[in-house]
Nanobody, 125 residues
Framework: HVQLVESGGGSVQAGGSLRLSCAASGYDFSVLYMAWFRRATGGEREGVAAIDTTGHTVYPYSVNDRFTVSRDNAKNTEYLQMDSLRPEDTAMYYC????????????????????WGQGTQVTVS
């Protein structure tokens, strides 16, 4: 069972930056497909970044060029660098992981992942 713990959320003014971290344990991190999702109040969970086992990254248009996902296999940690933050980025951010890939076209979809963290709140004003 993979355990995921997010950190780094907080409140920031529009235009600012935050860096989220996701510490993983319980499995060989280097073979996990990893992603970040967010859910705004009243909204659905939306994939904002994914990184596969080779380091290939995927982003939706809404965050392209503003968000950067990375991973450090030596530290069993995934990161999300968020720049030029906007009020519409306000949400609970979740780390997700899975041992298998259903398909690269699904890396930003909820059904790709079976392991989830508890989330960290990001508020942009």
């Amino acid at each position: 069972h993979v355990q995921l713990v997010e950190s780094g959320g907080g409140s920031v003014q529009a235009g600012g930056s935050l860096r989220l971290s996701c510490a993983a344990s319980g499995y060989d991190f280097s073979v996990l497909y990893m992603a970040w999702f967010r859910r705004a109040t009243g909204g659905e969970r939306e994939g904002v970044a994914a990184i596969d086992t080779t380091g290939h990254t995927v982003y939706p248009y809404s965050v392209n060029d503003r968000f950067t996902v990375s991973r450090d296999n030596a530290k069993n940690t995934e990161y999300l660098q968020m720049d030029s933050l906007r009020p519409e980025d306000t949400a609970m951010y979740y780390c997700a992981a899975d041992r298998y890939c259903l398909g690269t076209s699904l890396l930003l979809t909820v059904q790709e992942y079976t392991e989830w963290g508890q989330g960290t709140q990001v508020t942009v004003s």
